[in-house]
């Protein structure tokens, strides 16, 4: 068992400001020094590649936990296949406890003002993810979240606290879409854009998991 992170705001604001223009990897191996009771979550959404690549290259056996929603693209699924397979992911995988078919017949996808879309997306979303932190304990959670992308995602800077206490660390925070496609570039890391999340209508609501 790794060290138990014991940090304040205070101190994540002092992180935030150290870390500011630092290298992904150099964010990454101090986020380590904290703890190595670490994950990386993943979607395979667009850009995803980059924050897998730059975090098994500091750690390759780090374990990725991939919650899958089980509504994905079929290029998404190839796309997750290959990323898995290039860069030898230490991945466990997490479904929601009923097929999407199941759903499909009882359910539906709900829209986002139906009184079924918290349900759905608990039972898509929520519970997996909680089941996969439930089962890892980490003190230190990778994820590729930017500024930009929403409103609470502008709030939180490289380093932040999640509601459960655990260290989140967002290495490209700062990183554009243009400089994120040289960074893949420079890798030789694949890309995907045909992805979908059934539990967002609009590109920039958030995803119930940061918030």
Same mark, same amino acid.
């Given at each position: 068992?790794?060290?138990?992170?014991?940090?304040?705001?205070?101190?994540?604001? !002092?992180? &935030?400001?150290?870390?500011?223009?630092?290298?992904? #990897?150099?964010?990454?191996?101090?986020?380590?020094? %904290?703890? $190595?009771? #670490?994950?990386? $979550?993943? &979607? @395979?959404?667009?850009?995803?590649?980059?924050?897998?690549?730059?975090?098994?290259?500091?750690?390759?056996?780090?374990?990725?936990?991939?919650?899958?929603? /089980?509504? &994905?693209?079929?290029?998404?699924? *190839?796309?997750?296949?290959?990323?898995?397979?290039?860069?030898? %992911?230490? !991945?466990?995988?997490? !479904?929601? *406890?009923?097929?999407?078919?199941?759903?499909?017949?009882?359910? /539906?996808?709900?829209?986002?003002?139906?009184?079924?879309?918290?349900?759905?997306?608990?039972?898509?979303?929520?519970?997996?993810?909680?089941?996969?932190?439930?089962?890892?304990?980490?003190? !230190?959670?990778?994820? +590729?979240?930017?500024?930009?992308?929403?409103?609470?995602? +502008? =709030?939180?800077?490289?380093?932040?606290?999640? *509601?459960? /206490?655990?260290?989140?660390?967002?290495? @490209?925070?700062?990183?554009?879409?243009?400089?994120?496609?040289?960074? %893949? =570039? +420079? +890798?030789?890391?694949?890309?995907?854009?045909?992805? @979908?999340?059934?539990?967002? #209508? %609009?590109?920039?609501?958030?995803? /119930?998991?940061?918030?």
């Amino acid at each position: 068992m790794g060290k138990v992170i014991m940090i304040d705001e205070n101190q994540i604001e !002092v992180l &935030n400001e150290q870390y500011k223009s630092a290298a992904p #990897a150099k964010i990454i191996k101090k986020a380590l020094e %904290l703890s $190595t009771e #670490a994950v990386v $979550t993943t &979607n @395979f959404r667009p850009y995803e590649a980059a924050i897998l690549h730059a975090v098994s290259k500091v750690e390759s056996q780090i374990p990725v936990v991939w919650c899958d929603t /089980g509504y &994905n693209t079929p290029q998404t699924y *190839k796309h997750a296949e290959q990323v898995i397979s290039d860069l030898g %992911l230490n !991945v466990f995988l997490y !479904v929601p *406890k009923q097929t999407s078919a199941h759903r499909d017949v009882v359910m /539906g996808i709900p829209s986002i003002d139906s009184p079924k879309h918290a349900l759905f997306t608990e039972q898509v979303k929520l519970e997996p993810f909680k089941r996969a932190m439930d089962e890892h304990k980490p003190q !230190v959670w990778f994820t +590729n979240l930017r500024q930009g992308q929403t409103a609470f995602r +502008n =709030s939180i800077g490289i380093f932040s606290l999640s *509601k459960d /206490g655990i260290l989140k660390v967002s290495p @490209f925070y700062y990183w554009s879409d243009e400089k994120l496609d040289t960074y %893949l =570039s +420079n +890798n030789n890391l694949p890309n995907e854009f045909k992805y @979908f999340d059934p539990t967002k #209508a %609009l590109e920039n609501r958030e995803c /119930g998991l940061h918030a």
